[in-house]
């Protein structure tokens, strides 16, 4: 059901961005995009696991939820840059934006993103790459709430700085969930490679 939404609501935000030339709308789809990625990993991750002896099951999905927790919060780490870089030139030129559309489709990233959080809410601490789920459901509600301030502000002041200055705000949260996973994931990674040498000494 969340995977639905999330493609669902990915495809709306891209073409809206691309139709609207909106900014803010555009790191929300690359936000949603890496969100993606991650479920993608994660389901692969499972379906490599029902595979292995059931011995080592226990220490692959550790290493597994903390690979992945590592690429996603790189991937996010490079999805705020290039926004940032792209919200600076738009503050330069101020690009006309479509507004209405804008204020529609982040009125509903809203909703569906703060539905999302909702229901991830209870297992947001069970492991790694569902916290990181839980965490990008935040991150997403946070932009779009800020795509709709900034479309409210167009619409009814023709601020055309808005969008870009909602995008500089998005790429802040987004570069905090990164930083966050990545320290989860760094953390991970190295008790596991501590046990592992513990265990090889031992032996």
């Given at each position: 059901m969340i995977l639905g939404l999330?493609?669902?609501?990915?495809?709306?935000?891209?073409?809206?961005?691309?139709?609207?030339?909106?900014?803010?709308?555009?790191?929300?789809?690359?936000?949603?995009?890496?969100?993606?990625?991650?479920?993608?990993?994660?389901?692969?991750?499972?379906?490599?696991?029902?595979?292995?002896?059931?011995?080592?099951?226990?220490?692959?999905?550790?290493?597994?939820?903390?690979?992945i927790g590592l690429i996603n919060g790189?991937?996010?780490?490079?999805?705020?840059?290039?926004?940032?870089?792209?919200?600076v030139k738009h503050l330069q030129t101020n690009e006309s934006v479509a507004s209405l559309p804008m204020l529609l489709v982040a009125g509903l990233s809203l909703a569906v993103n703060a539905f999302v959080v909702y229901l991830l809410y209870r297992h947001r601490d069970r492991d790694l790459n569902l916290r990181g789920v839980f965490l990008h459901g935040v991150a997403d509600a946070t932009s779009a709430l800020s795509a709709l301030v900034a479309a409210s502000v167009m619409y009814w002041f023709d601020w055309l700085w808005a969008d870009a200055a909602a995008s500089l705000f998005v790429v802040l949260v987004i570069s905090l969930s990164a930083l966050s996973l990545m320290k989860s994931a760094w953390h991970l990674l190295w008790q596991d490679a501590s046990r592992s040498s513990h265990e090889d000494t031992v032996n």
């Open positions: 999330r493609i669902a609501l990915f495809s709306i935000e891209l073409a809206t961005a691309i139709w609207s030339h909106s900014l803010s709308l555009l790191a929300g789809a690359g936000h949603l995009f890496a969100d993606l990625l991650t479920l993608g990993l994660t389901f692969i991750a499972a379906w490599v696991l029902q595979r292995q002896p059931l011995d080592r099951t226990a220490q692959t999905e550790r290493r597994w939820k903390a690979w790189i991937s996010l780490g490079a999805i705020a840059l290039l926004i940032a870089l792209e919200a």
